[in-house]
C-alpha cells in the first residue's frame, strides 16, 4: 500500500532548555515520512525546498526509500526556516522567526505516478492547499489531515470546509478549544465532529490521546518519558505512527484505529527523545513494537 | 475488613458556572466514608462538627451505616463552614470564605473500637494530625494519605515526614509540581518517591491519573465526561475508591493496586456528576461495577 505524504519541508533553528540546535531538519512533512518510512517502502512526498536544501538532507530521505518525485526544488529560491525557542515546560514555545522563502508560494502538484495513492495524509498547511491535493488524487482509501493553532484561527471557515473530506481530522487539546470555544474536550469532540470530522483524534501531550470514532470513544495513554528533548514534530509523527500503521494493515476497523493511536503515540514518542529528526533516525521496527507492548503494559488491567 | 477515616466534616456554600449550592454536605471525611460505604459496611469516621451539624446529615451518614462513634460533637461551637467558587472551566476555584470554626483545634481521638482498624484513609488534614492518628492505631494493614496545596505550601517538612508512614500517597498533578517543582510529572514522581513515598498516585483530573508503584507505571484514563456539575471532593472520593476497593478485596497486589486506581476513578466520575455528595445518594455496587467496565472498555486495545 502507498502513502502520499503532503506538507512543509522545513530548516529549523531549535532553542529548548538544554541546548540550541541551528539548521537541523523540520517541516511536517519530512516528519511525517520519515516516521511513516519504519511502516511501509512506498512513502511518497510532496513538498517544495529552495536550492539550498542541503544535499545530506536529499541522501537521507533517499535512504529511507522516501519518493521524492513530489519534492519541488526551486533553484533560485530559499527553503522555509523557522527558528522557535521552547519554554521551560516544553509545552509552550515562541516562534522567534518565520521566513517561509519559497513554501510562501507552494502550491501542491501531484505528479502522476503518486495520483493512485491509497493513504494520504495531509501536514499542518493551509486547508485550501490540503483540499487541493484532494482534488488531483484518485478516491484514495483514508485521508488523514493534521492542522495547527495558525490555520484555525487565520482560516477557520476553509479548515472547516476540509472536514468533510477526511477520514480522520488530529488536532491536539488546545486547538480544539481554540476552534470550538469549550473548555470541556469532550463537548469540544462533538462540536468538531458536528462540523464534519467523522473520525477524530484530538493529541493532549503528556497526558495522551483520545480517538472518537462512531459512537465510541478510546483514551491512549502517554509514555511515561521523564526527558523530553525537544517536541518539534511529535504531532507530526503522531499523525505519520498513525497512518502509517493504517496503511501497513490495510485495516480500517476501529480495533485497528485504537492500534494505529498507540503507533502514534509511540513514534511521537521517540521523535521527542531528541532533536530534529533525530528521534527517527535509527529506529527499527522491532522497536517500534516493543514500545507499542510498553504502551499495552502501561494501560493494561483486568477485572 | 473494616476502614477507618480522619479528615474534615464540612458545610459547604459552593458556587459553580451552573449555580449556587447553600449549605451543603462537605469535608474530605464525608466524601470518603459515604464512598467506601458502597464498598464496605464497617466504615468508621473520625472528625469534629459543631452543634449546628444538620440532624439530617447525621441521618444520612448513618443510614450509609458509617460508624459514627469518632464523630465529635461540639455543643456550643460551629461546624467548619467552606465558601468556594469555580472558574468557568471548573480547573481552578477561589476560596471565597472559610471559617475553621471547631476543626480549628481538631485533636482526633480515634475511638478504642477503631484502634485495630486495618485500613486507614487520612484525608487531606494537617499532616501533624495524620501522624497523630497513626501513633495511635494498632498497625493498620494499608493507610493510604492524601493532601492538598495548602499543607505543600505552610508544612512542606510536616508533610514528608509522614510520606514513609503511607502505604500510598495520593495528591493531584498541579500539588506534585508544587512539591517538586518539576514540571515533568514522571520527575516530580521520581522525587517524591525518594522522598519516601513508597506507591505514589498522581490525579490528573480530566486526564485520568498514573499509579507509581515499586518499578512500575500504570496510567488510567479518566471518565469522557461532557457535564462536570461540581468537583468539589473528587479527589476525596477518589481515595476512598482506590482504599475501600483494597478493604473489599484485602489484596495488595500490584494487579489489585491498578484496579483500585480504576475504581478511585470511578468514583470521583461519580462525585462529579451533581453537586456536594449528591453523585454519591443513590449509587449501587452494581452502578460502579459497571463504569468499571466502561473504563476497561475506553482504555483496552488488543495487539
Same mark, same amino acid.
Given at each position: 500500500m502507498s502513502l502520499l505524504v503532503v506538507g512543509s519541508v522545513a530548516i529549523d533553528d531549535i532553542e529548548t532548555p538544554f541546548g540550541k540546535a541551528v539548521n537541523v531538519l523540520g517541516g511536517s512533512a519530512v516528519y511525517i515520512a520519515v516516521a511513516a518510512s519504519y511502516f511501509t517502502p512506498n512513502v511518497r512526498l510532496v513538498g517544495i525546498v529552495g536550492g539550498d536544501y542541503p544535499q545530506e538532507a536529499i541522501n537521507f530521505l533517499k535512504e529511507r526509500?522516501? +519518493?521524492? =518525485?513530489?519534492? =519541488?526544488?526551486?533553484?533560485d529560491g530559499k527553503t522555509f526556516h523557522w527558528t522557535g525557542r521552547y519554554h521551560h515546560d516544553l509545552n509552550n514555545r515562541d %516562534?522567534?522567526?518565520?521566513?517561509?522563502?519559497v513554501f510562501e508560494k507552494f502550491n501542491p502538484k501531484i505528479p502522476e505516478s503518486y495520483k493512485k495513492s491509497k493513504y494520504i495524509c495531509l501536514g499542518n498547511i493551509d486547508p485550501v492547499l490540503q483540499r487541493r491535493v484532494l482534488e488531483q488524487v484518485e478516491k484514495p482509501k483514508l485521508v488523514v489531515g493534521d492542522t495547527m493553532n495558525f490555520w484555525i484561527d487565520t482560516k477557520r471557515d476553509e479548515l472547516i470546509k476540509t472536514f468533510p473530506m477526511f477520514d480522520a481530522f488530529i488536532l491536539n487539546d488546545s486547538e480544539a478549544r481554540l476552534l470550538t470555544n469549550e473548555p470541556n474536550l469532550l463537548r469540544a469532540a462533538r462540536k468538531i465532529r458536528a462540523m464534519g470530522a467523522k473520525t477524530l483524534i484530538i493529541k493532549k501531550g503528556e497526558h495522551g490521546a483520545l480517538l472518537f470514532h462512531e459512537d465510541q470513544v478510546f483514551s491512549a495513554p502517554a509514555y511515561p518519558? =521523564? +526527558?523530553?528533548? +525537544?517536541? %518539534?514534530g511529535a504531532g507530526d509523527t503522531f499523525a505519520a505512527g498513525f497512518t502509517a500503521w493504517l496503511v501497513k494493515t490495510d485495516d480500517l476497523s476501529y480495533e485497528n484505529f485504537k492500534r494505529a493511536v498507540i503507533y502514534g503515540s509511540a513514534m511521537a514518542s521517540f521523535c521527542v527523545e531528541k532533536v530534529s529528526v533525530d528521534g527517527l533516525r535509527d529506529l527499527t521496527y522491532l522497536k517500534i513494537q516493543d514500545r507499542f507492548r510498553a504502551f499495552k503494559e502501561l494501560s493494561r488491567f483486568e477485572e
Open positions: 526509500h522516501i +519518493d521524492l =518525485e513530489g519534492l =519541488e526544488i526551486v533553484k %516562534t522567534l522567526a518565520l521566513n517561509l522563502n518519558l =521523564e +526527558d523530553i528533548f +525537544d517536541p %518539534t
